[in-house]
């Protein structure tokens, strides 16, 4: 489903202009500039003049700056000229069929521009599945069927091939398998699954939990844009440490945030907060997404059994070619790992891979790395995506499950082999590798600010809870953080990032927009003053 929607925000203006003020009355003046009479023309010439004076008079009103002073006086003189018009509408019928739609007519377009257009959010959306009905495979030249977004049309036009001839990043016989899931699973079990594109793509219903994390929600709506058909958004009025506080994202949508996509967004509120999750944290965690599911799920019609439903937080992002072949592909198992760059403070620190040691096997392990990757990265990998089948079947609608291994929990082990018995492929497989990432994982993310937020904000069983630590709550100690890379317990987890030679270094939409997220992108300069919470990405307002 695409947004329908228009972003619309308050009017704005243009600079004021040179145009000098008598310029608005010359169908008032003669040729020598000296006023005229209005008894002496006739009642159509004034009907004609009169009419024409208002809408030339209103097209330079809009050319001033709003506030200006020849902006305030030329509202007076329109007023005057108003009265002029009532007064003599008096004495002839023929003004009183006109004018007064003329003078509504420019009122009306005062106030217009006087009021912020505001968009309305529904706070009980409803929202019906539809078909991508766009052609993703087509025929090009004399290659059969080519994936468009990742074949180079012109190279395969040219060269006559029966083949597709891939861009850079997209492998398979269509061009259609991006290097992420190409390099970790498919360049090794091509030719065992039977991988085939679909005739209808599948819909995708991407869940997750919001706390404060406003700006990585634009950033999300950004970077999937159409690879996303519906996302359920659940925010509580309390943290998960059981603290009252406002609903950042409902403010924000009734205010017109992201208007051009809330035709596609399931808000769900949460306005209790269960008694257990002050005795266990942990219950909260799983509460919150299970709420999220079945709240969420209830507001979204025709759903079926092949959609999917993808499970993240608020800070892990995953990249659109990933989820295009989750829906343009049939013939992979489920349920699907993404591997993502790991990130923390800033996506210019990245978490360091933990050595190995101990047994000879470990040494190994920790010298033939994985893809020949020779550096200390690590990634996040997590169990995001599956089949509303499978959340139906084995999960029974709790999509907090999604996440949790299913194929090692004896709990589950009936409900798969029935799954299976069905003709349902269960095989965890994973998207993603350090050349070629699945999405973007960056943790704490925020302004000082913020993360002082999400100390406050976590539940009581996250140990060590350092929002319990006063001096790990002030705003310079938390700016030293960022800028040196260390963490709460004073160790350097972290390496830094070349932001100047990583292909996949953040997420392409804030690439594109480096001023509007400098503070996250850029390492701060160690010999500035210390890192300024006003100047940094505002994600906790």
């Known amino acids: ?42 009642a159509s010439k004034k009907k004609h003049m009169v009419s024409r004076t208002l809408k030339h008079f209103w097209f330079h009103l809009k050319q001033h700056k709003r506030g200006s002073r020849r902006w305030i006086v030329s509202i007076a003189i329109l007023q005057v000229v108003t009265v002029l018009v009532f007064f003599h509408s008096s004495s002839n019928n023929i003004w009183k069929s006109t004018f007064p739609v003329e003078i509504q007519s420019v009122q009306n377009g005062l106030d217009s521009a006087n009021s912020p257009l505001v968009i309305s959010f529904d706070e009980n959306r409803v929202i019906t599945l539809v078909d991508d009905e766009f052609s993703h495979f087509q025929p090009v030249g004399n290659a059969p069927l080519c994936y468009l977004e990742g074949t180079s049309v012109s190279e395969t036009l040219s060269s006559n091939s029966s083949k597709c001839l891939c861009r850079a990043n997209y492998f398979g016989h269509e061009c259609g398998v991006p290097a992420a899931v190409w390099h ?25 939990n919001i706390n404060h994390e406003i700006e990585f929600f634009r950033v999300r709506l950004e970077e999937l844009k159409d690879a996303v058909d519906v996302y359920i958004v659940c925010e509580s009025n309390y943290t998960a440490h059981g603290d009252a506080k406002p609903l950042y994202l409902m403010d924000k949508f009734r205010s017109g945030f992201m208007g051009s996509y809330h035709s596609k967004i399931v808000h769900v509120p949460l306005y209790k907060f269960p008694p257990e999750g002050r005795e266990n944290g942990w219950f909260i965690d799983m509460y919150l997404r299970t709420y999220m599911g079945i709240h969420g799920l209830n507001r979204i019609h025709g759903v079926r059994s092949d959609d999917l439903f993808v499970l993240l937080d608020a800070d892990e992002i995953p990249t659109r070619e990933v989820l295009m072949f989750l829906k343009l592909y049939d013939g992979y198992p489920e349920p699907i790992r993404l591997a993502m760059r790991w990130s923390v403070f800033g996506f210019f620190w990245k978490r360091k891979r933990d050595k190995q040691n101990g047994s000879i096997i470990d040494w190994i392990m920790d010298v033939v790395k994985e893809d020949g990757d020779k550096d200390d990265e690590d990634l996040l990998e997590v169990t995001a995506v599956s089949t509303m089948n499978l959340v139906w079947k084995v999960c029974q609608n709790n999509t907090f499950l999604i996440r949790k291994d299913m194929t090692n929990y004896a709990d589950f082990q009936e409900r798969l082999s029935q799954y299976r018995i069905e003709g349902n492929r269960v095989s965890p497989w994973t998207s993603g590798t350090k050349k070629a990432y699945a999405g973007y994982h960056c943790s704490w993310c925020y302004s000082p600010e913020g993360i002082r937020t999400k100390l406050l904000s976590a539940h009581a069983d996250d140990k060590p809870r350092w929002g319990d630590f006063a001096e790990k709550l002030d705003l310079d100690y938390i700016s030293r953080l960022i800028r040196e890379g260390e963490w709460f317990d004073a160790s350097h987890p972290f390496v830094m990032a070349d932001w100047e030679k990583e292909d996949q270094y953040a997420p392409k939409f804030m690439l594109q ?9 850029y390492p701060p300069d160690m010999t500035n003053e210390l890192y300024s919470s006003n100047s940094h990405n505002r994600d906790s307002q």
């Open 1 to 42: 489903m695409r947004p329908i929607a228009q972003t619309l925000g308050p009017p704005t203006s243009p600079e004021e202009t040179s145009l000098p003020l008598h310029s608005f009355m010359w169908n008032l003046s003669d040729s020598q500039g000296r006023p005229q009479r209005c008894k002496v023309l006739e």
């Open 184 to 208: 970790r699973t498919i360049s090794r079990k091509y030719h065992k699954w039977p991988l085939k594109p679909r005739k209808v793509p599948r819909r995708i219903i991407h869940g997750l």
């Open 513 to 521: 927009h480096p001023q509007q997220f400098s503070q996250l992108l």
